[in-house]
């Protein structure tokens, strides 16, 4: 019997296979490179979680405003770290893929994971958080932060809890991402570049096109066909 948060997990998956098709379609991207936009985003966000801690630090009336101060400068420094850190290991596992479809001729086959859409309860409850104190609806300000004003500190405590979530989200994208079907390389557009292509394409009569050879994006069914 299937375990029903495994099969849960395949359906995600197929979610963000679509976007890989269509990327690699469109921009001729693999899945590497949506990793790495994920990847940068919960990069972003998590540093954003150090900006408002040390916002928080500043305008905080307590003796822990130091603690604070100190704990949100390293969280932002911590963000830029797990850009590089994921940057380097995305540029290793792509290489090794790579390597290993030319050896064997195989694409690499995905694995779907029970943990991943229980982790998903992450970014859904600290947004869900956040939306209590952007909306004002959370009116009780923490011990030690009587220099803010409600407004104040239910915005800062809001934007903290949203860019928590977010990470979470972006960090978790970034997984689905690097667990799809590798392509073969293939020349990659800028999504500015893709843009004026699509904006300027009605424009003229496109001139006929050579077939392509080598070998497409498959699916995962197309996978499990052959």
């Known amino acids: ?15 963000f296979e679509k976007v890989t098709v269509a990327a690699n379609k469109r ?8 990793a790495r936009i994920a990847d940068s ?3 972003m966000f998590f540093s954003g979680v150090g900006v408002y801690h040390t916002l928080r630090g500043v305008h905080d009336s307590s003796v822990t405003s130091s603690i604070r101060l100190g704990g949100g400068i390293l969280i932002t420094s911590l963000g830029y770290l797990i850009y590089n850190s994921k940057k380097q290991k995305n540029k290793r596992w792509e290489e090794e893929e790579i390597k290993e479809i030319i050896e064997t001729g195989a694409v690499k086959q995905p694995k779907m994971y029970m943990h991943r859409p229980v982790m998903l309860t992450w ?25 803010l004003s409600t407004i104040q500190y239910n915005t ?10 977010l990470y ?10 690097r667990s799809q079907l590798m392509t073969p390389p293939s020349t990659k557009k800028s999504i500015w570049k893709a843009v004026t292509d699509y904006v300027t394409k009605p424009s003229y009569k496109a ?9 497409k994006y498959q699916t995962i069914d197309d996978y499990i066909s052959h």
């Open 123 to 147: 970014p859904g409850y600290f947004i869900y958080r956040s939306i209590d104190h952007l909306t004002h609806r959370n009116s009780k300000i923490s011990e030690g932060s009587f220099s």
């Open 156 to 165: 800062l405590a809001g934007f903290t809890l949203l860019s928590m979530g």
């Open 27 to 34: 921009l001729g991207w693999n899945k590497y490179d949506l």
């Open 1 to 15: 019997m299937t375990n029903p948060l495994t099969s849960l997990d395949e359906l995600i998956w197929q979610q």
């Open 41 to 43: 985003t919960a990069a």
């Open 168 to 177: 979470f989200l972006s960090d978790l994208s970034a997984d689905y991402f």
């Open 207 to 215: 001139a006929p096109q050579p077939v392509e050879s080598g070998v």
